[in-house]
Nanobody
Framework: QVLLVESGGGLVQAGGSLRLFCAAS????????MAWFRQAPGKEREFVAA????????YHADSVKGRFTISRDKAKNTVYLQMNSLKQEDTAVYYC?????????????????????WGQGTQVTVSS
């Protein structure tokens, strides 16, 4: 079982930046893909970005490409989401997730159901 704990959320003005943290524990992560999802009020939970823990390959949703960057620090067992040029539509609860990608498939093909471990979420609010 993987335990994930997010932090770093808060209130920020449009155009500002925030960095989210996801502390992971519980087992070795080399076979895992780590991801960030978000859920705004009244909306479905949507994919934001993912990273292969072992090789560091990344994939970002079109809505955040060029503004958000996912990364990980193996020594600290931590996944990050650097969010720049924030917009009001980025307001949501952000969740860290861990899942195992099928061999021979790309991170981009993973869906929410491929991620079996989730954190409790951290609120990000972007004001005008």
């Amino acid at each position: 079982q993987v335990l994930l704990v997010e932090s770093g959320g808060g209130l920020v003005q449009a155009g500002g930046s925030l960095r989210l943290f996801c502390a992971a524990s519980g087992r070795a992560f080399d076979t895992y893909t780590m991801a960030w999802f978000r859920q705004a009020p009244g909306k479905e939970r949507e994919f934001v970005a993912a990273i292969s823990w072992s090789v560091g390959g990344t994939y970002h949703a079109d809505s955040v490409k060029g503004r958000f960057t996912i990364s990980r620090d193996k020594a600290k067992n931590t996944v990050y989401l650097q969010m720049n040029s924030l917009k009001q539509e980025d307001t949501a609860v952000y969740y860290c997730a861990a899942g195992i990608k099928l061999p021979g498939t790309a991170i981009a093909t993973m869906t929410r159901t491929d991620f079996g471990s989730w954190g409790q979420g951290t609120q990000v609010t972007v004001s005008s």
